[in-house]
């Protein structure tokens, strides 16, 4: 049996940020998420990241293939209703569990969900299908979710950078002293989440 975790550590190890953006494209996309992030990226990270050039075309390359992924089932599901189903929708891997699970928070936290939900697992590719059902601002969208994005992927990697020879706490302060721009953009995300909670009495608005 194919060890679907060695073979994309290979691809990585062989072709680098090209095979990182093409497996964030897949998951967000949905049309072969064959491993979830949380498997791949800090192993991604460990082996892509040596020096803070690496580690933002690491992002870079993450964000890239993430945000464009995931205007895949958006677009799909833009002017659809649900039930209804095209040739490309057919392809995209998603249970109706999960459609759900992706419906409900939308309508509970509303458009914000975009931006903070790229941070959590299954929700981070699926909240893009109710957003496109409730034909959310294209251009929205696409904001939301390249900072969502950026944050989780710039999060991720930076911890990894930083915390091969320090504590967890040591990397964190070290991060937001040393790279307040990083800082900056968790501030931005915590802003955005801040508001999806306060938003919650207009879901669809929001």
Not at 23 to 49: C, G, K, Q, R, Y
Not at 99 to 111: S, Y
Not at 113 to 137: D, K, Q, T, Y
Not at 163 to 192: C, D, M, N, Q, Y
């Amino acid at each position: 049996m194919v060890d679907a975790t060695a073979v994309a550590l290979d691809l990585l190890r062989l072709y680098g940020p090209l095979a990182l953006c093409l497996f964030t494209f897949l998951e967000t996309s949905m049309l072969f998420p064959f491993l979830p992030s949380e498997v791949v990226v800090p192993a991604a990270a460990a082996l892509l990241i040596t020096d803070p050039v690496s580690l933002l075309v690491f992002v870079l390359a993450a964000t890239v293939g993430g945000t464009v992924g995931a205007f895949v089932p958006f677009y799909v599901c833009y002017r659809t209703r649900p039930g209804e189903h095209g040739w490309l929708r057919r392809r995209i891997r998603v249970s109706d569990e999960q459609i759900e699970r992706g419906q409900t928070w939308f309508q509970r936290w509303g458009q914000s969900s975009v931006l903070w939900g790229r941070f959590l697992p299954v929700l981070r590719s699926v909240i893009s299908i109710p957003a496109g059902f409730a034909e959310m601002n294209p251009a929205q969208f696409g904001v939301f979710t390249a900072v969502g994005t950026t944050g989780f992927y710039a999060a991720t990697g930076a911890l990894v950078y930083y915390g091969r020879e320090e504590s967890f706490f040591e990397a964190a302060f070290a991060i937001a002293v040393e790279k307040p721009g990083l800082t900056a953009l968790v501030v931005l995300v915590l802003v955005g989440i801040g508001l999806g909670f306060g938003r919650r009495s207009d879901p669809v608005n929001g």
